[in-house]
């Protein structure tokens, strides 16, 4: 069975940084896309990054800048977003994702920016 869990969230002042861990089993992790979602109150759920297999492709929503970097440790099974330069508006519920055959989900972790 597939499962996603993310850690790493918390309360940072603006301009702070996190790194979110999402830690991934039920599934061969090297061989998939694994992305980062998050979605604040009252918004829709938006896309952050993904990272192909291997590291070979990259993308970021258009909102990081730069701030932002995806990576993975497929010997851990785990994937990470370094989040630096943070912003209120950063403020969400942090998503990962994979698609195996069908979307799953972790259950998310809260990242707060806020002084």
């Known amino acids: 069975q597939v499962q996603l869990l993310e850690s790493g969230g918390g309360l940072v002042q603006p301009g702070g940084s996190l790194r979110l861990s999402c830690v991934a089993a039920g599934f061969t992790f090297s061989n998939y896309i694994m992305r980062w979602y998050r979605q604040a109150p009252g918004k829709e759920r938006e896309y952050v990054a993904h990272i192909a297999p291997s590291g070979r492709g990259i993308n970021y929503g258009g909102f990081v800048k730069g701030r932002f970097t995806i990576s993975r440790d497929d010997a851990k099974n785990t994937v990470y977003l370094q989040m630096n330069s943070l912003e209120p508006e950063d403020t969400a519920m942090y998503y990962c994702?994979?698609?195996?055959?069908?979307?799953?989900w972790g259950q998310g972790t809260q990242v707060t920016v806020s002084s």
């Open positions: 994702n994979t698609v195996v055959q069908t979307p799953y």
